[in-house]
């Protein structure tokens, strides 16, 4: 994307192309000049507003993919294309969580090793965060810990989805649209009442 691209125009590409990162270039799109992804644009729009009022398990839509860690990878290929998943939640025989990540696929990729299962890819244990939490405090979390996903739990811990900042962030889309769709239709019901008036 060009270096003078909104951040609208960013957010709308990332969203559309089901992408993280994009690569940042002159407008002429001669010279590269960095990379920007959806963590900068969390961390950078003063969103705090939307993440204080927002909490997780207004998000608990994302559906949520679980594979057993016994499972081939070939299965967590097969899956991760149906659900369109960013990452699967993996179960473990003693009732804990794992994550698989399309990071973690995409290392296998490089180097791939033949006869591995799940659990030899995916990070144990997952961390997980109660649904009541607020964006604002998960997202917190994703930083400090240096996080891509988040397990989001129910109030008796059942795991219900994974989150991750590309979902902190089309969340923060939809709010910010409805705020403005409210606005302007406030605005519009204003100006009929003057006129009528």
Same mark, same amino acid.
């Given at each position: 994307?060009?270096?003078?691209?909104?951040?609208?125009?960013?957010?709308?590409?990332?969203?559309?192309?089901?992408?993280?990162?994009?690569?940042?270039?002159?407008?002429?799109?001669?010279?590269?000049?960095?990379?920007?992804?959806?963590?900068?644009?969390?961390?950078?729009?003063?969103?705090?507003?939307?993440?204080?009022?927002?909490?997780? /398990?207004?998000?608990?839509?994302?559906?949520?993919?679980?594979?057993?860690?016994?499972?081939?990878?070939?299965?967590?290929?097969?899956?991760?294309?149906?659900?369109?998943?960013?990452?699967?939640?993996?179960?473990?025989?003693?009732?804990?969580?794992?994550?698989?990540?399309?990071?973690?696929?995409?290392?296998?990729?490089?180097?791939?090793?033949?006869?591995?299962?799940?659990? /030899?890819?995916?990070?144990?244990?997952?961390?997980?965060?109660?649904?009541?939490?607020?964006?604002?405090?998960?997202?917190?979390?994703?930083?400090?810990?240096?996080?891509?996903?988040?397990?989001?739990? /129910?109030?008796?811990?059942?795991?219900?989805?994974?989150?991750?900042?590309?979902?902190?962030?089309?969340?923060?889309?939809?709010?910010?649209?409805?705020?403005?769709?409210?606005?302007?239709?406030?605005?519009?019901?204003?100006?009929?009442?003057?006129?009528?008036?």
């Amino acid at each position: 994307i060009a270096a003078n691209a909104t951040i609208q125009e960013v957010t709308a590409l990332l969203h559309k192309q089901r992408m993280r990162h994009l690569v940042v270039t002159e407008p002429g799109g001669d010279r590269v000049m960095g990379v920007v992804s959806t963590t900068d644009i969390v961390i950078n729009q003063e969103a705090e507003f939307f993440l204080r009022l927002k909490r997780l /398990d207004a998000m608990v839509h994302v559906p949520l993919a679980t594979i057993a860690a016994g499972a081939d990878i070939g299965a967590a290929t097969r899956l991760m294309r149906e659900h369109k998943a960013e990452a699967l939640a993996v179960s473990y025989a003693d009732g804990s969580w794992g994550i698989l990540t399309q990071r973690d696929m995409l290392q296998h990729l490089a180097q791939p090793r033949g006869g591995l299962t799940v659990a /030899d890819l995916a990070s144990h244990p997952l961390r997980t965060v109660p649904a009541h939490m607020t964006l604002l405090a998960a997202r917190k979390v994703l930083l400090e810990h240096q996080l891509r996903h988040l397990g989001v739990t /129910d109030g008796s811990g059942q795991l219900l989805t994974i989150i991750g900042m590309s979902d902190i962030l089309a969340t923060i889309e939809q709010e910010f649209l409805a705020e403005l769709h409210h606005a302007l239709r406030e605005r519009d019901e204003a100006l009929l009442r003057s006129r009528q008036s």
